[in-house]
C-alpha cells in the first residue's frame, strides 16, 4: 500500500481532519522503521505504510543495502518484531512528513559528517528532518526523540530491560502499539496495547477484545502462587 492510499483509506475524522498514528517499527536491534496508519491502528502493525533504509536479500535473509537511503514499503525487509505509537499527526502534516522522509539519505547534513552513521541513528536525523520540514509540531518531535532514547537507555535499574527488545516491549505497553510472540506451534502471536489497555484478537470475529483485567488477575495469581 502506497502513502497515497493512506491519505485515503486509512482514515479517521477528529475535528474535522483526518488523523494517523505515526510509529516506529522494531526489526532488530538498532534498526527500525517508521509506520503510518490510521489513528489508533497502531496494534494492526503488519498494515502500515512504512518508511526505512532499503534492504537487500542476501540467501534467505534480507541485510542492509548501503548507501543508506530511504525507501517504502521495501519489499525485501524483514518482518517487524514490535510497533510503538509515538503520535498522531492530520493530514497536512502528513502530506509534509512522507516526502521530508523519503527523500531523506546518507547525503544529507548532519548525518552525512556524523560520526555515528548506524541505520538506528539514519532515523533518528530522519525524524529530525521532518521536524525541520514542518511535519512535526515541537510535542510530537520530542515524543519520537523520547520512544529512541528509551529504546537505547540502559541504566542500572532492575526494573528497566537490560535488553532492547524487553525495552521496546515495555513502550508498547506504555504508549500503544503490539509486539509478537512465537507459540509453542510456531504461530506468530500479537500482544496489543491501546491506551494503557491491553486487547487480543477474536480469530473468528476478527473484533478486538479487552482483557487487560484478565491478564491482571493471572499475573496477580501468579505472584501468590
Known sequence: MSAAEAST????????EKQYDV???????????????????????KS??????????????????????????????PPSKACIKICNIGTDEL????PAIVTFNSEVE???????????????????????NGALN????????????LCNLKVDDQSWPDEEIGRVRELVMRKGGVWYEIDQNGRSE???FLNGHQLELDRYTGKLHDVTRRTRRIRHAGRRG
Open 9 to 16: 483509506s486509512q482514515q479517521t475524522e477528529t475535528g474535522g
Open 23 to 45: 510509529c516506529l517499527q522494531y526489526i532488530v536491534d538498532g534498526t527500525y522503521l517508521f509506520g503510518v496508519i490510521k489513528k489508533d491502528a497502531c496494534v494492526y502493525a
Open 48 to 77: 502500515c505504510v512504512v518508511f526505512g533504509p532499503a534492504f537487500k536479500k542476501s540467501g534467505e535473509t534480507s541485510e542492509i543495502d548501503y548507501p543508506l537511503r530511504m525507501v517504502e514499503n521495501c519489499e525485501n525487509r
Open 138 to 149: 515541537k510535542a510530537q518531535y520530542d515524543a519520537g526523540c523520547e520512544v529512541f532514547r
Open 95 to 98: 502530506h509534509k512528513f512522507v
Open 190 to 192: 500479537p500482544r496489543m
Open 110 to 132: 548532519p548525518f552525512r559528517t556524523h560520526e555515528d552513521q548506524s541505520p538506528g541513528n539514519f532515523m533518528r536525523h530522519a525524524w529530525r528532518q521532518a521536524r525541520l
